[in-house]
C-alpha cells in the first residue's frame, strides 16, 4: 500500500473503572488504501468501539498517531479539522440513537448538506430525493419521521447521511449486527454497491466473522485491545492461527457466503 487513506499506528488508550485500570486499546497499528475495506473482529470488550471513537476523534488517545488523507488528523483544529471530518462519516449500530427520532428523514439528510456548505438552501430538496434513491429509498420517505421508518430504512438513511459529504472513509460499528439476515444482506449488498462505484473505503467494525468475510478485504483481530492476528480475510476466517480467532470461527455457526468483495 503505497499511500494509505487512513493509517493509524501505536495507538493507546485506557480507562479506569472501579480503580483498576482498563487498557481498552494497547498499541494498536493498522492501514486502509483508498476503496478497500478493512474490518476489525474480536468479542466484546476488544477495543472495536474505542479503535472507532479514536478515529473519529470522538475520543482522544493516550499515545499513537492517526494519518488521514496524508495529514496528522490529531494535530488538526477548528475549520481544517470541520472540512477533514467530512471525508470521514460514521454509521453506527442503532440510528434511533445516532437521530432525533421525531426528525424527519428529509431533516436528517438536509443537516450535512447545509452545515457542510454542500448545496444551496434551494438546492438540497433535489439532492435529498438524489441520496435517497442512491440508497435504494423511495423519495416518498422524505417527510416521514426516524421513528416510523423500518429498521433497515433507518440504517439506509444513515449510510445516505454519510455519504452525503462525499467521504472517502466510512466508520461502520456494528451497523448491521441489529438487522435481520435478509435485510443485513441488502445492506452489505449496498455497501458492496457504494464502494465499486464511488471507491469508499470502509473500517468495518463486527463482532461476526460471517459478515466480515462478506465485506472485508482485510481483518484485524483484536483480544484485549491487542492485535492477535490479521490478513487477508478469506484466509485468516478460513484457517485463524490465534486462539482468540479459532473461537470467532466455531462461534459463527453459518460462515458460508462466498459473495466476492
Ligand atoms: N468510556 C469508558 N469508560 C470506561 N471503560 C470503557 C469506556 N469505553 C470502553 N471501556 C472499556 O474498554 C474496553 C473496550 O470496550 P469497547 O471498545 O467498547 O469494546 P468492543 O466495542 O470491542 O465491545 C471494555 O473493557 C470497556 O468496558
Ligand atoms: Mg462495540
Redesign the pocket.
Known amino acids: 500500500m503505497s499511500s494509505p487513506l487512513l493509517a493509524v499506528s501505536g495507538l493507546a488508550k485506557g480507562?479506569?473503572?472501579g480503580g483498576k485500570a482498563?487498557a481498552?486499546?494497547d498499541n494498536v497499528s493498522f492501514a486502509i488504501g483508498p476503496g478497500e475495506t478493512l474490518a476489525l473482529a474480536?468479542?466484546?470488550?476488544?477495543?472495536?468501539?474505542?479503535?472507532?471513537r479514536l478515529v473519529l476523534r470522538l475520543?482522544e488517545p493516550d499515545a499513537g498517531r492517526i494519518a488521514f488523507e496524508g495529514d496528522d488528523f490529531l494535530a488538526l483544529n477548528g475549520a481544517a479539522l470541520r472540512a477533514r471530518r467530512a471525508r470521514l462519516q460514521m454509521v453506527f449500530q442503532d440510528p434511533l440513537a445516532a437521530f432525533n427520532p421525531r426528525a424527519t428523514v428529509a431533516r436528517v439528510l438536509n443537516d450535512p448538506l447545509r452545515i457542510h456548505g454542500i448545496a444551496s438552501r434551494a438546492e438540497r430538496p433535489r439532492r435529498i430525493v438524489a441520496l435517497l434513491e442512491r440508497v435504494g429509498l423511495s423519495p416518498n420517505l422524505a417527510s416521514r419521521a426516524i421513528h416510523e421508518i423500518s429498521g433497515g430504512q433507518r440504517q439506509r438513511v444513515a449510510i445516505a447521511r454519510a455519504i452525503a459529504t462525499k467521504p472517502s472513509l466510512i466508520v461502520l460499528?456494528e451497523a448491521v449486527s441489529a438487522l435481520d439476515v435478509s435485510v443485513r444482506g441488502d445492506i452489505l449488498k449496498l455497501l458492496l454497491d457504494l464502494q465499486t462505484k464511488e471507491r469508499i473505503a470502509y473500517l468495518f467494525?463486527s463482532?461476526d466473522l460471517g459478515v466480515v468475510r462478506a465485506i472485508a478485504h482485510r481483518v484485524v483481530i483484536?483480544d484485549a485491545?491487542r492485535i492477535t492476528e490479521s490478513g487477508d480475510a478469506r484466509a485468516v476466517i478460513n484457517a485463524p492461527q490465534s486462539a482468540i480467532g479459532r473461537e470467532l470461527v466455531a462461534a459463527t455457526p453459518k460462515l458460508h457466503r462466498t459473495t466476492a468483495p
Request: a positive charge; aromatic letters at 4%.
Open positions: 480507562y479506569h473503572r482498563i481498552a486499546v474480536g468479542p466484546s470488550g476488544s477495543g472495536k468501539s474505542t479503535i472507532a475520543v460499528d467494525i463482532h483484536l485491545g
